[in-house]
């Protein structure tokens, strides 16, 4: 049983009221113009939802990963961009920089992140490597008191609005992992340059693409962590990235119930409900128990980085369960609707292109299913 407190009910209370104002009329609209809801987030900074787990000294919130999970799910019941937005600082970009990061690059980089004043981008993905990260090419050479990078950073979130990206390169490809290194490098930075691809299929108000590091110097004082250690800074990134792609997916997939629910009673086909029909009632009883064996997945992962675990074969589990059940439960809802799933008068179309994203992003499905047993396999990954 997933239970609240009085003061997490309140919270998730405020969104929907704020959700219900800001988000609902606007959602289409900028899905379809591809543009990230920055006037939206904003509005949802000023009441401190980007902070998160963040520690208020470094302009988070302090939260606890369950309350923080409970935003990322409310939020995302309306619009998972807007989840990931309240997300970024706790997950994907700024827990590294929190794990690893030197006071001065909390204080300049991860505090105005937090506090939604500044965005940032994690570039770990290549055109040559994406699940395969330590294969990673980008080249990095000393030059004094400057690291020296060069190569491209593919499919790449934020171009848009990223005012410094989370990056990584490597010393010495023969070193594998331990080759790797962090850097924060700021947008203005000569040689660096985004190139963004438009008209994505899903998650279209994210703008995602190339960057390219030609000669890129940055000063030593921007290095995350140590030299060869970078690939933790990205591992710790991931998977605390992970609890938030799942959240969101739980969130996207209860509006599908939510939806259907309605819908199936309105639509009269034959002369009745299609609610009567007993295979539109079948995907709606996979539909409410995949929705709540994702949150429950979803909320497990919580309660364990609470109790101050690392959880990362639970990060697999929470994230591949969610979205692998989101994109089933995307797919019945857009059977339900017939037609009036392809027109986005509707949300189910929109739930559906996404779903198939959520699949591949931070760690795609194939591969967490073969983590998993993996670890209980005692294979060594
Ligand atoms: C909209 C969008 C936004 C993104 N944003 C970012 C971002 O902000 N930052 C970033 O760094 N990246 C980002 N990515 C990239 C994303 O993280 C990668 O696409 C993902 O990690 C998969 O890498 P790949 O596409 O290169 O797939 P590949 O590694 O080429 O894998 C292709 C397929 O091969 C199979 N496969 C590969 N390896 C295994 C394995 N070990 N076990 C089983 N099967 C396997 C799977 O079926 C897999 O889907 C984004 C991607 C998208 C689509």
Partial sequence: MIE???MQLNVAKTIHDF??????????NYDR????????IQKAAQLGFTGGVIPEKYGGSGLDWK???LIIETFSYYCHVMGLAMSTASGLIGSGILKYGTEEQKEKYLKPLAEGKS???AGVTEPNSGTDVASLQTTVTKDGDYYVLNGTKMWISFLDVADWILTFGTLDRSLGHKGICAFIIDKDTPGLSFHPIKNKVGF???ESGEVVLNEVRVNKENLVGEEGKGFNVAMTAVENGRLSVAARAAGVARACLDESLQYAKERIV???SIGKFQLVQSKITDMIIGVENSRYQVYKLAYLKDKGYRARYESSAAKMYATDTLMKIATDAYQIFGAYGCSDEFNVGRYFRDAKVFQIVEGQNDLHRSLIAQNALDYKS
Wanted: glycine share 6%; aromatic share 16%; charged share 35%.
């Fill in 204 to 206: 279209r108000p994210i």
């Fill in 119 to 121: 965005y940032g981008a």
């Fill in 270 to 272: 034959f002369g009745q």
């Fill in 67 to 69: 309350t923080y999970t």
């Fill in 4 to 6: 609240f407190d009085e």
């Fill in 33 to 40: 113009e591809e543009r990230y809801p920055l006037e939206i």
């Fill in 19 to 28: 959700c219900k104002e800001e988000v609902v009329p606007q959602v289409k």
